[in-house]
């Protein structure tokens, strides 16, 4: 099994930058493991965020986020992160990181099999 916990979330005015971390643990869990953020406003279906592929070779961003977000990891932590600038008050929602050992299209929220229980981010206008 596999574990993730977000943090970092919080109150941010526009503007503001937030950076969250995603740690994961558990038996199985490898710095192979491809992961992804993604988001959900209140009212609103869940959106993609942004992925990274268990090697590195690759990072996807959602065009809403594309230039203002960046994803890392720290793989001896089995640590991801999403740092988050110019933050605006459309990135309020709430953030889960997501993980698989190996997922055909990280855009897409059901092709991960671990996910985490989410941390709040507001962006005051």
């Known amino acids: 099994q596999v574990q993730l916990e977000e943090s970092g979330g919080g109150l941010v005015q526009a503007g503001g930058s937030l950076r969250l971390s995603c740690a994961a643990s558990?038996?199985?869990?490898?710095?192979?493991?491809?992961m992804g953020w993604f988001r959900q406003a209140p009212g609103k279906e869940r959106e993609f965020v942004g992925a990274?592929?268990?090697?590195?070779?690759?990072?996807w961003y959602a065009d809403s986020v594309e230039g203002r977000f960046t994803i890392s990891r720290d793989r001896p932590k089995n640590t991801m992160y999403l740092q988050m600038n110019s933050l605006k008050p459309d990135d309020t929602a709430v953030y889960y990181c997501?993980?698989?050992?190996?997922?055909?299209?990280?855009?897409?929220?059901?092709?991960?099999?671990?996910w985490g229980q989410g941390t709040q981010v507001t962006v005051s206008s």
């Open positions: 558990g038996r199985t869990f490898s710095s192979t493991y491809d």
């Open positions: 990274m592929r268990g090697s590195g070779s690759r990072t």
């Open positions: 997501a993980a698989d050992r190996s997922a055909l299209n990280l855009r897409v929220g059901r092709q991960y099999a671990y």
